[in-house]
């Protein structure tokens, strides 16, 4: 069989494989290029339309792979016409693929309004699953927690970025964010005022590319690490956060409410109100107060 052949007959089997009047939602490589799977190549290659974020972009990955489907750009400001062109080109029997830049459509990306207007439009939509920067971090991060929520990004400005940040930090779980180079040194800043500084913070920067980085730090030290050499702000970041600290009995709301009293009043004052507020037992709350260093007062009995 000559080249062109055994090219033709690989193209057959994809466009057997992948039904026609269906939407593949096409995961692609978040840096290194041989983690792009080969399902998503034969999607890809079996695609009569290929819906992307930046043509040009995604015109690089084309070439790379000799596809032959026209690019089609959509993107956050034309998500719903751009749906409409794709739901028509599936009444025609088509097959259509839609990738990002990056990593997986619709997380933290466009897309989430394509799939659903396809799915209300009656026709089926395919995941051919690929890396998301968010799971690829926590994979390699070493946090131990069980759980996880995924913030994606943050509000561009410090004070709207510290509110959201204030409705989070209660949360049990680990935190993961997204963040771009030219906010990273602000964003890690207000998660340090505003996070319990006993958490730690995984900086997972340039994943799967030449100059990744994966850093575990206690809180408090992540901004000095920022500062220590220019490359650390360089690249593409996630940002991980540990669930808040457990003390035997105490959940994390009354820790917080613990740690702001603690902040501002002597510790027998500090607990009898965290007490009155949260109903916890005064003689945790005591015991707490000293891990976090903070002294009983010399005639206090409460830890008898
Ligand atoms: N949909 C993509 C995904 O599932 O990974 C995320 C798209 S979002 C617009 C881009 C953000 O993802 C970046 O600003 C960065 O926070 C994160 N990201 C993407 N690639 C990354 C990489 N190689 N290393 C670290 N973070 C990355």
Redesign the pocket.
Known sequence: MTDSETNASAHDEDLAEFKTSALYVV?TP??HLGELSARAIAALRAADLIACEDTRGTARLARHLSLRAPLVAVHEHNERSGADRLIAALGEGKRVALV??????????P?AKVVRAVQDAGFRVIPVSG???????LSASGLLDAQFRFV??LPPKSAARRRVLEGLCEQDCALV????PHRIVECVDDIVAVMQPQRELVV??????LF?QIVRLPLADAPAWLQADANHQR????LLLSAPPQAEGLDAATLRTLGLLLDELPPSRAVKLAQAITGAPRKLLYAHAMTLGVDAPADDDSLG
Do not use: H, M
Request: charged share 20%; hydrophobic share 40%; net charge negative.
């Open positions: 995961g978040i840096g990002s830049d990056a990593g997986t459509p619709a997380v933290s990306d897309g890396p998301s920067a968010a799971v690829v971090a994606g990004f964010f997204y963040e771009a997972a920067r340039e994943l799967t590319k990744e690249g593409e970041f996630v």
